[in-house]
Each structure stands twice: as structure tokens, then as C-alpha cells.
């Protein structure tokens, strides 16, 4: 069974920063590609940041300001983000090989 685990999440005020993590099991972490994601009410849920082994993308709105990064040993994605923004805020998502999916993180940016 395959599990993804969220947390970090939480009320954070423009500028400030956050990490996220999630933890997987039930999957060979090191061969998947991992992701996360974010969904705003109304909208689709959009990629942020995904890495491969060393390989990564970024949505261009968080270029600069978020990482991903990844630790096999632990079985664990990071997603560090800084200088966030109040269109930042959503549910963050971890996601494993674009198939498996965590039940989310809300992270909001508010004064």
C-alpha cells in the first residue's frame, strides 16, 4: 500500500518561508520521480516543483524562491520555499511518479 505524508504546511506571512516534507512508503523511493503540487479553490491543481535523481523542474512563478530536493534514505521529498507570496497559497500536494498521490498541506500566505 502505497502511502504519501505531508507536513510543514501552516500560516506563514508574505516574505516569510516554509518546508514542506512528505514521506513516502510502499514504493521504491529512488526510482521515482517525485512532485508537488498545488490547488487553489476553482483551479486545477498545478506542478510546482518535481525531481528525478539529481533532475529538476520548476513552475516559472517559483523559480528562485522554492527547492526541491530529495533524501533516498529517508524515503523523503523537501520542497523549501522562501520569499513566499500570497498567491502562494493553496494545498500542497506530494506525488509519486505522477500516480500516487498525498492527502495535501495547506499552506497560506497572509498578513
Known amino acids: 500500500q502505497v502511502q504519501l505524508v505531508e507536513s510543514g504546511g501552516g500560516l506563514v506571512q508574505p516574505g516569510g518561508s516554509l518546508r514542506l516534507s512528505c514521506v513516502a512508503s510502499?514504493?521504491?523511493?529512488?526510482?521515482?520521480?517525485m512532485g508537488w503540487y498545488r490547488q487553489t479553490p476553482g483551479n486545477q491543481r498545478e506542478l510546482v516543483a518535481a525531481i528525478a535523481t539529481t533532475i529538476t523542474h520548476y513552475a516559472d512563478s517559483v523559480k528562485g524562491r522554492f527547492t526541491i530536493s530529495r533524501d533516498n534514505a529517508a524515503n523523503t521529498v523537501y520542497l523549501q520555499m522562501n520569499i513566499l507570496k500570497p498567491e502562494d497559497t493553496g494545498v500542497y500536494y506530494c506525488?509519486?511518479?505522477?500516480?500516487?498521490w498525498g492527502k495535501g498541506t495547506l499552506v497560506t500566505v497572509s498578513s
Open positions: 510502499g514504493i521504491i523511493f529512488s526510482e521515482n520521480v
Open positions: 506525488n509519486a511518479n505522477r500516480e500516487f
